[in-house]
T-cell receptor, first 117, second 109 residues
Framework: GAVVSQHPSWVICKSGTSVKIECRSL??????MFWYRQFPKQSLMLMAT?????????EQGVEKDKFLINHASLTLSTLTVTSAHPEDSSFYIC?????????????FGPGTRLTVL | GQNIDQPTEMTATEGAIVQINCTYQ??????LFWYQQHAGEAPTFLSY??LDGLEEKGRFSSFLSRSKGYSYLLLKELQMKDSASYLC??????????WGAGTKLIIKP
């Protein structure tokens, strides 16, 4: 159980376009979803935390107008990278957790590799 | 401030034992996670320690000392597939995870 999917797994886009990444919890209700970014050979960097039905909480230095997060249901969160530029090229990973779990384990999606040309 | 320290890289031999250390400073402390991440993949959960002591799970064990702000991940009978990054993450009193930079473990035959 506790499977999280992400779509797409990879995407290549032109500079200036917007890209939407979906994160779904397939077999549990995710009360909280997290979005991370990971540059090559670096650790995970938390971008934002979102609770179902409320606005996402962004980490310092993350532009909320550029990285739009929507968590409309207990099984779906989306991250939209608006007006993407080459420096936004990264590995984007979502994770989900549930209040019903024994502890605050995060279940990770497989990640989305974004390349902006 | 909040901080997680772990070595950047370690090398070990196939079949041997390796211990990856992690020290943490968090605003309050609930527990400590270890995750494994292979290159190009998302992290996978290994362990979560709340109480002091050693928890064994097959070839992997994790230890926690709350008084010392210290944890380690012990990997036994190393296999080539254990080559990965190992991420230590402390959970603060708000249930936020503070991530370490990860330890890249290289296994040599």
């Amino acid at each position: 159980g506790a499977v999280v999917s992400q779509h797409p797994s990879w995407v290549i886009c032109k500079s200036g376009t917007s890209v939407k990444i979906e994160c779904r919890s397939l077999d549990f209700q995710a009360t909280t979803m997290f979005w991370y970014r990971q540059f090559p050979k670096q650790s995970l960097m938390l971008m934002a935390t979102s609770n179902e039905g409320s606005k996402a909480t962004y980490e310092q230095g993350v532009e909320k107008d550029k990285f739009l997060i929507n968590h409309a249901s207990l099984t779906l969160s989306t991250l939209t990278v608006t007006s993407a530029h080459p420096e936004d090229s990264s590995f984007y990973i979502c994770s989900a957790s549930s209040l019903g779990l024994d502890y605050n384990e995060q279940f990770f999606g497989p990640g989305t590799r974004l390349t902006v040309l | 401030g909040q901080n997680i320290d772990q070595p950047t890289e370690m090398t070990a031999t196939e079949g041997a034992i390796v211990q990856i250390n992690c020290t943490y400073q968090t605003s309050g402390f609930n527990g400590l996670f270890w995750y494994q991440q292979h290159a190009g993949e998302a992290p996978t959960f290994l362990s979560y320690n709340v109480l002091d002591g050693l928890e064994e799970k097959g070839r992997f064990s994790s230890f926690l000392s709350r008084s010392k702000g210290y944890s380690y991940l012990l990997l036994k009978e190393l296999q080539m597939k254990d080559s990965a990054s190992y991420l230590c993450a402390g959970e603060d009193s708000n249930y936020q995870l503070i991530w370490g930079a990860g330890t890249k473990l290289i296994i040599k035959p």
